[in-house]
C-alpha cells in the first residue's frame, strides 16, 4: 500500500498545471467561481492511513474537504454540489485511481502517483486529460 507516503502533504504547484481548461469545460464545470479556485488556487493535499481506512485530505485556504474511505469501496461524495459515486483502488505500491461516477452519466478518472518529493494527480474524463504536480512540503 501507499503506506510510506501516509502522512505526508503535498502542495500544488499552480504553475504545473496542463491542459486543466480543457477538462473543466469537459467535466462541465461552468461556474465562474468554481473554475476560477480550480485554475488559480494551491490547495494541499495530506493522505493518511488507519489500518484499512485511506483517509484524503484536501486543504484551500480556510476551506478543507476531508474524505474517508475504503480501498475498493464504493462511496458517496457531495463536494462543490456535485454527487458523485467514487471508488478508490491501488495500482502498484505508489498509485491510487479514483472512478468518480456522476449522476448525470459522466466518469472522471483521477490517478495520484506519489513519491517522495511530489505527487502528480492525472485527472481525465472521456479523451481529455490534465495534469496538476504537488510538490512534497
Known sequence: MVKQFSGKSYALDAGSMENMEAFLDASGVTD???RQVA????????????????TDVTQLGE?????????????????AGRKRKSTVTQR???TLVKVE????GKVVT??????ADKMVATL???????KRIYKAV
Open 39 to 54: 485554475l488559480t488556487a494551491r490547495d494541499i493535499l495530506t493522505l493518511t492511513l488507519e489500518g484499512d481506512k485511506v
Open 63 to 79: 476551506h478543507k474537504i476531508v474524505l474517508t474511505y475504503r480501498l475498493g469501496e464504493e462511496f458517496v461524495e457531495d463536494t
Open 32 to 34: 465562474a467561481t468554481h
Open 92 to 94: 502498484g505500491a505508489d
Open 110 to 115: 483521477i490517478e495520484k502517483t506519489f513519491s
Open 124 to 130: 481525465a474524463i472521456g479523451n481529455v486529460a490534465a
Open 101 to 104: 461516477k456522476y449522476e448525470d
